[in-house]
Every structure is written in structure tokens, then in C-alpha cells.
């Protein structure tokens, strides 16, 4: 599960660089139209269009553009076109590259095996190289298909849970490692208008998925579907338990994403993620540090979710290997931009290990305790747990917490459901 993002409209359309120069750019323009005018003379011979979703971080555009004029000034021949997807940019890409037409290279969060099957993605093995090595290898595995890997890393966002250290201390509460201490942790620290947890304004939120991942299951086994069990139900259970202590806030200005609720003290705990930290610590200094989702019992394990963004070449592109190229310069080869673009900007984990542990802003406070968490603790959702996959557990989740639906029944008929979607998956 990956955070949406706040959208500010910053430069909008694309940016063609040639020779490292921004040769045509419009605030007007289409931000989805592909470069139609031929090279001039002297000019690079290919042109790569690369996509980005319109990240909400000021200064992320330039910083896009930079780096493909870096790029094409090392390499003349090839000039970069970057296009910034404002709106649905999900959708965009996907009907983009049902043709040849489609970007060369785009960001995805997910690879499913209906891409690779169409030709969306290309494999990216050389492209990592020897390098492969220095990736974390937790994040690189849903990207894996047949033995081939398809995507590279650009940013990692660890999620967790944070917390107000002053109110834990003010409620005699101490940092939980069960989820019956986290369940009652919530409860001492709901105070007046203060709630003890926000994890989502329909007081759930990603916990549906979080709090069976601590108990064992990750809901998904390759390709079978695996919540129909009783340590879904028992998780379940004890979710619905905390819903209905009503310690949960809900409906805040604000979804969990943000750390506003956090901040304002209308909740002591908060599910959200690393790129929160340099807000949460200019407004509340050394008062918040965080903690994974405790186990929720014996056998169950504690939970940092990982999500972020991935980097794919579309296997549909006239230019192939300029793109693994260019995806090799950026996001393997380059770590001094791999580094700017996961901290300058917002605040995330880069991809390499070499680059996240020489990354100062990670070495001390709440970001030192996140980094921690993620190497005791990391998980990341599992390829084939697509939307469409899930969305039978989703509503069988929010059934059984917020309605009282019987578990076991709701649960086995989501199941079948979940089956038959993920049995329509193309084997690989």
C-alpha cells in the first residue's frame, strides 16, 4: 500500500532536454503528447519520454528535469522528454501503454504478470547488474517474475506507527509489543477529545491489512488466497475490538497519510509513514519517535510496511536499450541523485543500502528508529495482492469490524471471491 499524494501544481507538461538544454516546455500543454517535431541537425538521434506521477513535494519537477539534462549531457545522442502526469495517473499509464506509443520509461508501484504478459516491462537484470546485490532485496522481490526482475527502485516508504513520547508518558504508557498492549495503550491515552490512535478516517485503514501481516498471514501465498483462516479471524477480532472501544479517530479533516492529527494532538499514535518525520519534528521536535505494528500474538511478527515507487522500461519501446541506459545512469549508477531525490525534496528510504546508511538525515531520531524497524521488521506486500485481488477482502474487513459480520462466514465467501479473480491471473 503506497500513501496518495497531496497534489501542487507545480511546472506543468513536459520538458524536452537536447544536449542537456530544455528545448520546449508549456504550462498549457498536453501533459500526455509525445514530441512530434523531427531532430535538427546535430541533434541526439533518440528520444526517450520518461513519466513521472505529479508528486506533491515542491521542487520534485526541477529535480526530474535536472537529472534528465545531467543525463543527456553525458550522453548527446540521447535526449530525455519528461512528462509530469497530473490527476489519475494510474489510469493514464495504463491505457498509454496498450500502444507503442507509451512513455519508454514510467514509475509504477506494482508488476503484475498481465505487464509482463503485454509487454508493458521489459527485464531489467543487466540493467541492475552486479549492483542487484546492494538493493534491498525484501522490496526487490514482488518485482520478480519468472526468475526475471522488471522494475527498479526509486524511493522506499517504510510505514509504521508514531507517537507523542510527552502523552505516553503523561498516560504511564510504554511503547507496546503485543497488540493487546497496543489495544490498551490506545484506550489510556484517549483522553477528552483525544483519541488514542488514528489510523484512517473510517477507523481502520491500513491496520485491515497490517494487523493479519502481525499475526502470521499475509492473506496471500503465491497464488492462493489464504485469509480464510482462523488467524485472520482472531486478527480481525482484535481489530474490531479496538474499533469498538471507540479509541479510533475518525473522520478528521485530513486522512492518515498526513501527520496533522498527530501534530495537533487529536490522536497520540498514528499510523503513517517516513515521509511524515521532517513535519512531525519541526512542529513537535524530539516529542514523536516510532514503533512497528507489535506481533499481535505468539507465532505473529512485528510489521513496518514497505511501499514506494518503481522505475519500469515499457517493453513496447522503439528505444530499449537507450531506456535501460537511462534507467541504469538514474537509478543505479547515479546515487548522488538517488539520494537528492528520496531527501532534498520529501523524505523517504533510496532504494541502494550503500545510499540509504551514508544518508545523514537517516542517521539520528525518529528516522534512526524507522531505519531500524525496516531491518528488523520490513514486509512488503505481495505482487500478486492486486486491487482487484483484495477488494473482496477489503469489504469483507470493514463488514466484519465496523458491522459485526461473522468472521468465519465473511471471510470464506471473500476468499472464494479473491480465488477466482487471482485464478484469471496469467501464469508466468
Known amino acids: ?114 505487464m509482463v504478459k503485454a509487454g508493458q516491462v521489459t527485464p531489467l537484470d543487466e540493467v541492475l547488474g552486479a549492483e542487484k546485490a546492494d538493493f534491498n532485496a525484501t522490496v526487490l522481490e514482488p518485482y520478480t517474475w519468472g526468475g526475471r526482475l522488471y522494475a527498479v527502485p526509486m524511493i522506499i516508504d ?76 482472531e486478527a480481525l477480532t482484535g481489530l474490531k475490538g479496538l474499533y469498538d472501544g471507540k479509541t479510533t479517530l475518525q473522520g478528521y479533516s485530513t486522512d492518515w497519510w498526513d501527520p496533522g492529527a498527530l501534530i495537533t494532538g487529536a490522536a497520540a499514535m498514528q499510523w503513517v509513514g517516513l515521509w511524515a518525520v521532517p513535519g512531525m519534528t519541526a512542529e513537535l521536535g524530539d516529542d514523536v519517535d516510532a514503533f512497528a505494528l507489535p506481533a499481535f500474538g505468539p507465532g505473529g511478527r512485528a510489521v513496518v510496511n514497505m511501499g514506494g515507487w518503481v522505475q519500469v522500461v515499457n517493453g513496447k519501446s522503439r528505444n530499449l536499450e537507450a531506456a535501460k541506459k537511462y534507467v541504469r545512469w538514474l537509478w543505479v549508477d547515479n546515487t548522488a541523485a538517488q539520494t537528492d531525490w528520496s531527501l532534498a525534496y520529501g523524505f523517504h528510504i533510496p532504494p541502494r543500502n550503500s545510499a540509504a546508511a551514508q544518508a545523514a538525515k537517516l542517521g539520528s531520531g525518529p528516522a534512526k528508529t524507522v531505519m531500524d524497524a525496516v531491518a528488523a521488521h520490513g514486509v512488503k506486500q505481495p505482487a500478486l495482492w492486486t486491487p482487484e485481488v483484495r477488494q473482496p477482502y477489503v469489504d469483507a474487513a470493514t463488514a466484519i469490524v465496523k458491522k459485526g459480520a461473522d468472521p468465519e462466514k465473511t471471510l470464506a465467501a471473500a476468499a472464494r471471491r479473491s480465488q477466482e479473480i487471482l485464478d484469471k491471473v496469467p501464469a508466468l
Open 1 to 114: 500500500m503506497d500513501r496518495p499524494f497531496t497534489r501542487r501544481g507545480l511546472l506543468k507538461g513536459s520538458v524536452l532536454f537536447v544536449a542537456g538544454a530544455a528545448v520546449s516546455a508549456c504550462s498549457t500543454a498536453d501533459p500526455l503528447a509525445r514530441t512530434s517535431s523531427a531532430p535538427a541537425a546535430g541533434a541526439p538521434k533518440i528520444t526517450l519520454t520518461h513519466w513521472y506521477h505529479e508528486y506533491g513535494e515542491d521542487g520534485t519537477q526541477r529535480a526530474a528535469m535536472k537529472y534528465a539534462a545531467d543525463f543527456t549531457k553525458a550522453n548527446p545522442d540521447i535526449a530525455v522528454k519528461v512528462s509530469w502526469i497530473p490527476g489519475d495517473y494510474a489510469t493514464k499509464w495504463t491505457a498509454a501503454v496498450l500502444t507503442a506509443d507509451g512513455p519508454d520509461v514510467y514509475e509504477v508501484n506494482d508488476v503484475s504478470p498481465n
Open 158 to 233: 517504510p510505514m509504521l506507527v508514531f507517537y507523542r513520547k510527552s502523552l505516553f508518558q503523561q498516560a504511564g504508557v510504554a511503547v507496546p509489543t503485543s497488540f493487546g498492549e497496543f489495544a490498551a495503550a490506545a484506550k489510556a491515552l484517549t483522553q477528552g477529545k483525544r483519541k488514542g490512535l488514528f489510523a484512517g478516517n473510517d477507523g481502520i485503514g491500513p491496520l485491515n491489512t497490517m494487523v493479519p501481516w502481525s499475526n502470521g498471514n499475509l492473506l496471500i501465498d503465491d497464488r492462493e488466497i489464504i485469509y480464510d483462516d482462523a488467524k485472520v479471524v
